[in-house]
Every structure is written in C-alpha cells, then in structure tokens.
C-alpha cells in the first residue's frame, strides 16, 4: 500500500516538475541575440547579447539592461503574423445606437471632475 502510495506521488508531483525544470534549463542555454523573452518580474525584451550566466536586453529603444540568465522565465511567441494584426487595427470599429446610452462626461452633475462632491 505505501509503495503504490510512493508511486502515486512521484508520477503525479516529482515526475512533472522535474520535466518542468528540465525544460527551463534547456530554454535559458538556448537563448541567443535576437531572442524576444520575457522575464520572471514581467518585462519584455530582445537579447541584445549573451555572455555566461549574464544577458544584455534591450527593453525599450536604446535602453539596454543587464539581466541574470535565470531571471528569463520564457520566449515571447508570436501567435500572428504582423500584417494581421496591423489589417485589424485598420478595421472600423463597429457603431454603438446613438440614444440607447447615455453620453459618458468627464464632469458630473455638480460640475466637478473629480467625482467629489462640490464644496461652497
């Protein structure tokens, strides 16, 4: 009973998260310049350079950082190709019904912006 237990364990926590740690290692030996990544505290970047356990990421234009290699927690993938998503933006926005809404204003009723209530 306990090694079926034992078993029951390791195909359902230990096997995954070795697989898991295996594929990140071999993710963070495989990046290279050019690579477009996204790091464990959420900023995106492209490999300018990679040299060891050190990599220079271009995060914004003209603006490259130094990041630890295991600080990568993935590639960016691309799911469309540029051009779709350039032909969506183009596309015109469906109309809302004018008069089935009311009209959104920055001001309220009392004139303030802010949403507080007016003071005398």
């Known amino acids: 009973m306990i090694v079926v237990l034992f078993a029951l364990v390791w195909l359902l926590l230990v096997r995954p998260q070795r697989k898991r740690s295996v594929e990140q290692r071999e993710l963070l030996t495989s990046l290279e310049p050019g690579d477009e990544i996204i790091s464990t ?42 051009e779709t998503a350039a032909k969506e933006l183009e596309s015109p926005q469906t109309p809302v019904e004018s008069g089935t809404e009311e009209a959104e204003s920055p001001h309220s009723a009392d004139g303030s912006t802010d949403g507080a209530p007016k003071r005398s």
Do not use: T
């Open 41 to 82: 505290g959420g900023l995106f970047g492209v490999i300018q350079s990679a040299e060891g356990d050190e990599l220079r990421v271009e995060i914004a234009d003209g603006l490259v950082v130094r990041m630890a290699r295991r600080a990568v927690a993935g590639l960016v993938e691309r799911d469309e190709e540029p």
